[in-house]
């Protein structure tokens, strides 16, 4: 008889990215982190950065240098508007790109918001090791992500695979 896996609880952490949010009025930072500790996990830190590649490119690089991240979730600044650049400053530090994330988002998007969700540039991948997933800014975007997607995914418990058992070959070479 084939024993059950032990769910492992990761250090999740989450960045918001906006020019205008603060802690008081950053509903899909909220979101997050209550869906994260509901599942389970654990959140390693939540910050606020402006809108700006530098700023969140550095918040970031920390994150994923600290052997106690698995993870990384960020909110906002992924459209098409002139200040938003998630991508710009997360695709730099990527060592691999995870396409079928952005491409499952706008599916499941689409069911919701049609059409607008092609204006979404959300994107996932790995970076040292720590996986960061870059969701929209609404709080629909991030319950749909997090529901749909990135739960089972951080669940090592999800047959017939997953993410988490990954982990100790990320950084392989």
């Known amino acids: 008889m084939k024993a059950e896996t032990q ?30 500790e509901q599942a389970g996990h654990q959140v390693y830190q939540k910050k606020i950065v402006v809108d700006d590649i530098y700023h969140i490119r550095a918040v970031i690089s920390h994150w994923i240098i600290e052997h106690e991240v698995n993870a990384v ?13 998630t991508p710009e400053a997360v695709m730099p530090l990527l060592d691999k790109v995870l396409d079928g994330f952005g491409e499952i988002f706008r599916m499941l998007s689409y069911q919701q918001i049609k059409t ?13 090791g720590t996986y960061i997933f870059c969701l929209p800014g609404s709080s629909g975007a991030c319950k749909t ?21 990954l982990m100790p070959r990320l950084k392989e070479k």
């Open 116 to 128: 607008s969700t092609m204006q979404s540039r959300t994107i996932a991948g790995v970076a040292n």
């Open 7 to 36: 769910f492992l609880a990761l250090k999740i952490a989450v960045l918001t990215i906006s020019d205008s949010r603060t802690e008081a009025d950053d509903v899909s930072g909220k979101i997050l982190v209550e869906r994260i």
């Open 73 to 85: 979730i960020t909110t906002g600044g992924t459209g098409v508007t002139g200040r938003d650049g």
């Open 145 to 165: 992500a997090w529901d749909d997607l990135i739960k089972d995914q951080l669940d090592i418990r999800t047959k017939p695979c997953n993410l988490v058992q």
